[in-house]
């Protein structure tokens, strides 16, 4: 599908004119908006046409990225002076460092006034959610690839994060 794809969509939504009263729901317009969606990988989207309006979303499963190969890091545990100091992005991955799978902002909480998802000590277990990632106003949960011991979080809360950044580290 191309751009003259989604544009024809959009006349599609117009319905020939008629009142938006009598407007019906083109269903092969969604249909096709949500093959675009999956050839894609977008998880929305939207097309306007005479002030007519479909969009179409999808929420994706929760994401779990895991790199390394490279020598154990040192753990370093948090204090209160560096949550101010912006944390460092690491070149080489330590085994058992999960890594961002996007970019975005990284919350460690699932809310500002709650308590983080996990903290250095703690003890998960696969699929337990380690923090979250949004990306284009999406909440991302990224999950533990693996059980383990939380040694270390590279990174602070409500921060930008890029793609392939370390985020934590389980042993």
């Not at 407007?23 to 249909?31: K, Y």
């Not at 696969?126 to 383990?148: F, H, Q, S």
């Amino acid at each position: 599908m191309n751009i003259k794809d989604v544009k024809e969509l959009g006349a599609r939504l117009s319905n020939g004119g008629k009142s938006k009263a009598n407007m019906a729901i083109d269903s092969g317009a969604v249909r096709e908006l949500a093959e675009l969606l999956a050839e894609t990988g977008l998880t929305e989207i939207e097309v306007e046409h005479n002030g007519q309006r479909i969009r179409v979303s999808r929420q994706l499963s929760p994401i779990a990225h895991v790199e390394g190969h490279a020598p154990n890091a040192a753990p370093i545990a948090p204090n209160a002076a560096a949550a101010d100091a912006p944390a460092p992005k690491r070149e080489g991955h330590s085994a058992g460092t999960v890594t961002s799978p996007m970019v975005g902002t990284v919350y460690l909480a699932p809310e500002p006034s709650k308590p983080p998802f996990v903290k250095v000590g703690d003890v998960v277990k696969e699929g337990d959610t380690l923090l979250i990632v949004e990306a284009m106003k999406t909440m991302n949960p990224i999950l533990a690839p693996r059980g383990g011991t939380i040694s270390e979080i590279c990174i602070h809360d409500a921060q930008p994060i890029e793609f392939g950044q370390a985020l934590l580290i389980i042993n």
